[in-house]
């Protein structure tokens, strides 16, 4: 993964307007948290093949991460804290937000063709 | 009854943090190991920095790791095909028949698998509980013995000490070699072990994992 460039990102965003896309959205602090630090509290989240289409979808941020809003007919998808990117060797649109040690902390991603399961 | 060992875990780096040194001792004595391996660790948070994996490369990444580990362990390998993070949400039953078809095929002596409710993350507790059902399904006089892995904080507190301590000291060498295999796993918790101990990676990793622990499961 790369160092999110927002205007490229931009561009990978608008590519995958208005059509079908499937979306797969996580955040963690992993499964451990607690058991590592008994102060921590174990929290996560994931969506895969969410089968939406979205009219518009921006990235805003600078610097260290980026939030990332897709507008759908119905509704949202949000995820804050993305700050690499990748266009995969399938063509999708992968979005991450890692901490210093590279675990994986909020992922986005949008795919035309759905997610293996 | 001709020995045979069968590990149960759901994920790719369990067998060998948890058993890989227990694993090796049966394996010194030719007596066969098979692991039935739930799931390919999808959901595994570790990416790198800078990142090597993302979250749709990292179960291949996992796999090869695996069957690097069980080539490095002399054991045979099933992969279930499950998913990360969702085994506490399959049927219970229908992992359990499913974990009772390779039992009732590979009619084993011994099964290693995680203590329900002591083991830490849901797909080791959800995982462990099939596959104390799956042997339950078994035929008495088929029944192999259960060695049940807990690692919860408190396990010693609520259960007692485990009636099986299998110092791997001996062994120890093929139990890292194990442990590097999964390489991607690896790096962040020998680290977070030595950050905890204070001492050198080897010595940190012995003290934490010298000794490979088990519950004989009473049925
Ligand atoms: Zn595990």
Known sequence: MDTIKIDQVQKEIDARANKEVYIHLETTNGAYASHFNQEAYNVGAFIRNANVSYARGKIVGAGATYRVGLKLDIGWIYAEGVNQYEIDDEGRLLMAGHDNEGRLMVALQIGEKPFTY | ?219
């Open chain 2, 1 to 219: 009854m001709q020995e045979h060992v069968v590990v149960i875990y759901p994920h790719p780096d369990d067998e060998s943090f948890g058993a890989s040194g227990t694993i090796t001792s049966f394996r010194e004595k030719g007596i066969p190991v098979t692991y039935l391996c739930g799931t390919l660790g999808e959901m595994g948070r570790n990416m790198g920095n800078p990142t090597f994996a993302t979250r749709e490369s990292l179960p291949e990444i996992r796999k090869q790791e695996l069957i690097k580990a069980c080539d490095v362990l002399d054991m045979e390998l099933k992969m279930l095909g499950y998913r990360d993070k969702t085994l506490e949400f399959e049927s219970r039953e229908e992992v359990a028949k499913h974990l009772y078809q390779y039992l009732e095929e590979i009619e084993p002596t011994l099964v290693i698998t995680h203590y329900p409710g002591y083991a830490v993350h849901p797909d080791h507790d959800a995982f462990g509980a099939a596959a104390i059902q799956a042997v339950g399904m078994m035929a008495k006089e088929k029944r192999p013995t259960v060695w049940a892995q807990a690692i919860s904080r408190n396990y010693i507190d609520e259960l007692g000490e485990p009636d099986i301590l299998n110092d791997i000291g001996d062994v120890f060498a093929t139990k890292l070699d194990a442990i590097m295999a999964h390489k991607s796993q690896a790096d962040g918790m020998l680290a977070k072990i030595q950050e905890e101990t204070q001492e050198d990676i080897e010595t940190a990793a012995k003290t934490w994992l010298g000794i490979e622990s088990f519950y004989t499961w009473q049925f």
